[in-house]
């Protein structure tokens, strides 16, 4: 079946704007994580959702950041304001339960100029 | 703060020698610790698991909880293993497993 899709693959913004970056998870998977993967570091967590609410948020930077998954399927990062230092890849990945591998997908690069 | 420690950025070998690929962590109870990797335009993949102590196209790695270790071993490299490899471990807080992840180590191997 399909893998976990993120869209828009590359995102070029400027500064100051708002983006939305969106993920598709594998169909039926109830536990979705959002990472962000700076320049020559490993992933770092942002949001944790089990089905349609966010249960640990933890990892998100500050309140430009927000995200949801309102049916429990989809989800969207959403950023305000982006900064430059927003720029880096983000990562979905998707998992039948929390205890279950997590499947990733290819990540959207988002570059704020 | 739990941890994982790549110690090297980029490993660089020729085609048939032995490959480790270092991996450190915080000591928690019972870690459970993933490799995955990256070839290259490609997504991020779990490689292996220590729970399963499997095999993986000729990978293996111990859990080593004097040395907190969880090196990522294999005998003959082959040029198709150049890519870039995770340690990883979840933090867990209730059903949360978010990982935590290691820098990552560049793997080159030259013919």
């Known amino acids: 079946g399909a893998g976990v899709s993120q869209t828009p693959s590359n995102k070029v913004t400027e500064k100051g704007k708002y983006v939305e970056l969106r993920c598709d998870p594998i169909s039926g998977h109830t536990a979705l994580y959002w990472y962000r993967q700076s320049l020559g570091q490993g992933p770092e967590f942002l949001i944790y959702f089990q089905g349609t609410g966010a249960a640990d948020d933890s990892g998100l930077p500050n309140d430009r950041f927000f995200a949801v998954r309102p049916e429990g399927s989809v989800s969207t990062l959403k950023i305000q304001r982006t900064e430059r230092g927003d720029s880096a890849v983000y990562l979905c990945?998707?998992?039948?339960?929390?205890?279950?591998?997590?499947?990733f997908g290819p990540g959207t690069r988002l570059t704020v100029l | 703060a739990q941890r994982v420690t790549q110690p090297e950025k980029l490993l660089s070998v020729f085609k048939g020698a032995p490959v480790e690929l270092k991996c450190n962590y915080s000591?928690?109870?019972?870690?459970?610790l993933f490799w995955y990797v990256q070839y290259s335009r490609q997504r991020l993949q779990l490689l292996l698991r220590h729970i399963s102590r499997e095999s993986i196209k000729g990978f293996t790695a111990d859990l080593n909880k004097g040395e907190t270790s969880f090196h990522l071993k294999k005998p003959f490299a082959q040029e198709e293993d150049s890519a870039m490899y995770y340690c990883?471990?979840?933090?867990?807080?209730?059903?949360?497993?978010?990982?935590?992840w290691g820098l990552g180590t560049s793997l080159a191997v030259n013919p």
């Open positions: 990945a998707s998992s039948l339960t929390s205890n279950y591998e997590q499947f």
């Open positions: 000591y928690s109870g019972s870690p459970e």
């Open positions: 990883a471990r979840p933090f867990e807080a209730g059903n949360n497993r978010k990982l935590i």
